[in-house]
């Protein structure tokens, strides 16, 4: 049972505008989400995180909003870059400090 | 370079034989985490050590699978008698003890290959 989905397996954007990125959970128990990025033989790269008790968090091109209610998150970049084209990957902790549970990842590709 | 480091970077052996792989740490993250990630899935959770406790284990881990922080440093991560299920990459992450748990800095990991 995946309790963290990430539906879209790979996304294409034109350089310039904006990606959404877009996360599913289950676990109504989790209260901490984050997205990380990966490039290709690396390791996965901390991006930004939201608490439970807020709808909205930004930095810099990269803003995330949770929706609570409808157990979705997602990840905005604008404006989209090519050194932005990676895997990105949806992961949530519950109560607790549980350890991290990630989505099975989203492949973005920025086209210049 | 501060970040998490692991060795080998790859790793090719044959079915039944035990592989070793170590993970060290940023210097001063008193937690560190070991997942294991398939081709087409994201980072799966194996084990967790605060300091040098470990303090949870998933289903994940079987048998043959042990995983050690002796002096609360570095970490490695035992697989006896390999079977090519256990063909994966290896994630090795560390948090600091300032922050909460969930701001994770992970490692480059280990590819392990079993024929």
């Known amino acids: 049972d995946q309790q963290v989905k990430q539906n879209s397996p790979s996304l294409s954007v034109q350089e310039g505008r904006i990606s959404i990125l877009n996360c599913d959970y289950t676990n109504s128990m989790f209260d901490y989400f984050l997205w990380y990025k990966k490039y290709p033989a690396e390791g996965p790269t901390f991006l930004i995180s939201i608490s439970s008790i807020k709808d909205k968090n930004e930095d810099g091109r990269f803003t995330v909003f949770l929706n609570k209610s409808a157990k979705h998150l997602s990840l905005h970049i604008v404006p989209s870059q090519p050194g932005d084209s990676a895997v990105y990957f949806c992961a949530a902790s519950a109560v607790g400090n549980t350890p991290l549970v990630f989505g099975k990842g989203t492949r973005l590709s920025v086209i210049a | 370079d501060t970040g998490v480091s692991q060795n080998p970077r790859h790793k090719i052996t044959k079915r039944g034989q035990n592989v070793t792989f170590r993970c060290d740490p940023i210097s001063e993250h008193n937690r560190l985490y070991w997942y294991r990630q398939t081709l087409g899935q994201g980072p799966e959770f194996l084990t967790y050590?605060?300091?040098?406790?470990?303090?949870?284990k998933s289903r994940l881990l079987s048998d043959r699978f042990s995983a050690e922080r002796p002096k609360g440093s570095f970490s490695t991560l035992e697989i006896q008698r390999t079977e090519q299920g256990d063909s994966a990459m290896y994630l090795c992450a560390s948090s600091p003890r300032t922050a909460g748990p969930y701001e994770q800095y992970f490692g480059p990991g280990t590819r392990l290959t079993v024929t």
């Open positions: 050590f605060q300091n040098e406790a470990q303090l949870e």
